[in-house]
Nanobody, 123 residues
């Protein structure tokens, strides 16, 4: 129903910045929550940040102060600006959408996922 396509991943040095983009299509109403999740090799999906339809954002403690999630509904876009990147940020990053008002950073609450974009941070 909702289609998501991520872009903007790449390889950067520690301390660098990267902005991920997610194109949202196929929706009848904008999702209640848009979220960014990441998965490192051998790890479970981890919630990075989410933003609700009223532009209220929530972040994982590990990225708070470094990452910023935003959305532009008129452009059908969701963004994740990542500053001060660390090697531990290395992961596949996914954009996800949820219609539930209690989704927050819970991967199981999101029903629509993009294919992911790889972020690699070298030391």
């Amino acid at each position: 129903q909702v289609q998501l396509v991520e872009s903007g991943g790449g390889s950067v040095q520690s301390g660098g910045s990267l902005r991920l983009s997610c194109v949202v299509s196929g929706y009848t109403s904008w999702p209640y929550f848009m979220g960014w999740f990441r998965q490192a090799p051998g790890k479970e999906h981890e919630g990075v940040g989410c933003i609700d339809r009223y532009d209220r954002a929530t972040y994982a403690e590990s990225v708070k102060g470094r990452f910023t999630i935003s959305q532009d509904k008129n452009k059908n876009m969701v963004y994740l600006l990542m500053n001060s990147l660390k090697p531990e940020d290395t992961a596949m990053y996914y954009c996800a959408a949820s219609s539930w008002d209690s989704a927050w950073l819970l991967p199981q609450a999101y029903g629509n996922w993009g294919q992911g974009t790889q972020v690699t941070v070298s030391s």
